[in-house]
């Protein structure tokens, strides 16, 4: 059994796979508590549905891109199996992780979107490093949510350290929604002499920040 906040199709609208259709399965529950996170209502209740039910849904969605993500959809065992069976039935598989978890004995066909916190979020020091060194720069990609200076600046200092443009397939910086000047990042990023990526979340520009499931 999976515990699940919602499962539903839309448009992803994030990492290079950005306007793409893809199915959503979003797990309930995260570890974790960014200052900014936009998903609070993951973190408790959900419903239990079968591992089988799930991949009906997703089937039945008929998109060929499946996104497995939470909460921090790490947080549940299954999660695992669930992503093998996806792989074994021909989807391309993302996994937005918020880096708290070890990405390791995930299915290797399955691409990891690796959030690295920033120290805005407060939760900085819960970044589990060693998922850095597994990222593989065909098929992952890792995502700094930048609330302010100190976070790009600490984006960088960690994309230098880590040497991140070798390592990853993007690196996506995304700034906080109504958090920063979009002008400014924009700037700052266009200059940094950097292969990164500055990302919008698309959906919330269609959508509406506060809509689920679209
Ligand atoms: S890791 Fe993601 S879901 Fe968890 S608190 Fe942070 S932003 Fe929210």
Same mark, same amino acid.
């Given at each position: 059994?999976?515990?699940?906040t919602?499962?539903?199709?839309?448009i992803?609208?994030?990492?290079?796979h950005?306007g793409?259709?893809?199915?959503?399965v979003r797990?309930?529950? +995260?570890?974790?508590? +960014?200052?900014?996170?936009d998903s609070? !209502?993951t973190?408790?209740g959900?419903?239990h549905i079968?591992l089988?039910?799930?991949l009906?849904q #997703?089937?039945?969605?008929? +998109?060929?891109?499946?996104?497995?993500?939470g909460?921090?959809p790490?947080?549940q065992?299954?999660?695992?199996t669930?992503i *093998?069976q996806l +792989?074994d039935?021909?989807?391309?598989?993302?996994?937005?992780t918020?880096?708290?978890?070890?990405t390791?004995?995930?299915?290797?066909?399955a691409? &990891?979107?690796?959030d690295?916190?920033?120290?805005?979020?407060n939760?900085?020091e819960?970044?589990?490093?060693?998922?850095?060194?597994?990222l *593989?720069?065909d098929?992952d990609?890792?995502?700094f949510v930048?609330a302010? *200076?100190?976070d790009?600046?600490?984006?960088?200092? #960690? %994309?230098e350290? !880590?040497e991140l443009e070798? *390592?990853a397939?993007a %690196?996506? %910086?995304?700034?906080?929604?109504?958090? &920063?000047?979009?002008?400014?990042?924009?700037?700052?990023?266009?200059?940094?002499?950097?292969? &990164?990526r500055?990302?919008?979340?698309?959906h919330k520009?269609?959508?509406?920040p506060?809509?689920?499931? #679209?």
């Amino acid at each position: 059994m999976l515990r699940v906040t919602e499962i539903f199709r839309s448009i992803q609208g994030e990492s290079t796979h950005a306007g793409r259709p893809c199915t959503f399965v979003r797990l309930t529950g +995260c570890p974790m508590r +960014c200052v900014w996170c936009d998903s609070e !209502y993951t973190f408790t209740g959900g419903d239990h549905i079968s591992l089988e039910d799930v991949l009906q849904q #997703v089937r039945n969605f008929g +998109c060929s891109l499946v996104e497995i993500t939470g909460g921090d959809p790490l947080a549940q065992k299954e999660a695992h199996t669930l992503i *093998r069976q996806l +792989c074994d039935e021909g989807f391309e598989v993302l996994i937005e992780t918020g880096g708290f978890f070890s990405t390791e004995g995930v299915d290797e066909r399955a691409a &990891i979107i690796l959030d690295v916190k920033c120290p805005a979020s407060n939760e900085v020091e819960r970044n589990h490093w060693p998922n850095l060194e597994r990222l *593989r720069p065909d098929l992952d990609e890792v995502k700094f949510v930048v609330a302010d *200076r100190s976070d790009w600046e600490y984006a960088l200092e #960690v %994309i230098e350290r !880590y040497e991140l443009e070798k *390592r990853a397939k993007a %690196i996506l %910086i995304s700034p906080v929604w109504d958090g &920063i000047d979009l002008k400014e990042l924009a700037g700052w990023v266009s200059t940094s002499g950097k292969q &990164i990526r500055m990302q919008l979340q698309l959906h919330k520009y269609i959508w509406g920040p506060d809509v689920h499931g #679209v």
